[in-house]
């Protein structure tokens, strides 16, 4: 079975950091270009950002860009999100989800399978 | 960014209606347009993907059309299960975008 589970979420303090985990199983890890998607109540789903299979290619959000660092460790199957300077909007929770396409890249950014997320909330 | 706009936000229907949900892009996309269905609690599921491919496993009563700017998401004959929200998505261009939503509920 596919299988994306986010962790690392919590609370945490305006200007400090946070790092997210998606453990990833049943399928081969390393074709697929994997993504974090956030969503809130008022703003619904916004995509964050992208790292392809080969780590090769990386794009983010302007809303997190010099923020947030995307990584993917691919002998542990695992993608992260690295947080930093945190602010009261990047309140949310946080998907890693999986491209349908291997190898595939921009126009093949369609989701197909999604972890169940992790809650972030930044609060003072 | 390239914004997109679903309409209507939320519809009541009953079960055995035909749905029809519209989604507009702010530029051309092609048809770089994908549909996603999300229940209370759960993970958005993909439906359709380059507007008009159904995705493995999704029923057939499930279609989707539309090309350049404008797109619409159809359900022949709804069913109980279907009541949920519906997000279209474009992969046209990076940063992909979302539509706002569509809360489709029960008469």
């Known amino acids: 079975e596919v299988q994306l589970v986010e962790s690392g979420g919590g609370l945490v303090q305006p200007g400090r950091s946070l790092r997210l985990s998606c453990a990833a199983s049943?399928?081969?890890?390393?074709?697929?270009?994997i993504h974090w998607v956030r969503q809130t109540p008022g703003k619904g789903l916004e995509w964050v950002s992208g790292?392809?299979?080969?780590?090769?290619?990386?794009d983010y959000a302007d809303s997190v860009k010099g923020r947030f660092t995307i990584s993917r460790d691919n002998a542990k199957n695992s993608l992260y999100l690295q947080m930093n300077s945190l602010r009261a909007e990047d309140t949310a929770l946080y998907y890693c989800?999986?491209?349908?396409?291997?190898?595939?890249?921009?126009?093949?950014?369609?989701?197909?399978?999604w972890g169940q997320g992790t809650l972030v909330t930044v609060s003072s | 960014d390239i914004q997109m706009t679903q309409s209507p936000s939320s519809l009541s229907a009953s079960v055995g209606d035909r749905v029809t949900i519209t989604c507009r892009a702010s530029?051309?996309?092609?048809?770089?347009l994908n549909w996603y269905q999300q229940k209370p609690g759960k993970a958005p599921n993909l439906l359709i993907y380059?507007?008009?491919s159904l995705d493995r496993g999704v029923p057939s009563r499930f279609s989707g059309s539309g090309s350049g700017t404008d797109f619409t998401l159809t359900i022949s004959s709804l069913q109980p299960e279907d009541f949920a929200t519906y997000y279209c998505?474009?992969?046209?261009?990076?940063?992909?975008?979302f539509g706002q939503g569509t809360k489709l509920e029960i008469k």
């Open positions: 989800a999986k491209v349908a396409r291997a190898s595939g890249w921009l126009n093949q950014g369609y989701f197909d399978c």
């Open positions: 049943g399928f081969t890890f390393d074709d697929y270009a």
């Open positions: 790292i392809s299979w080969d780590s090769g290619s990386i």
């Open positions: 530029q051309s996309i092609s048809s770089y």
């Open positions: 380059a507007a008009s």
């Open positions: 998505q474009q992969s046209y261009r990076i940063p992909y975008t």
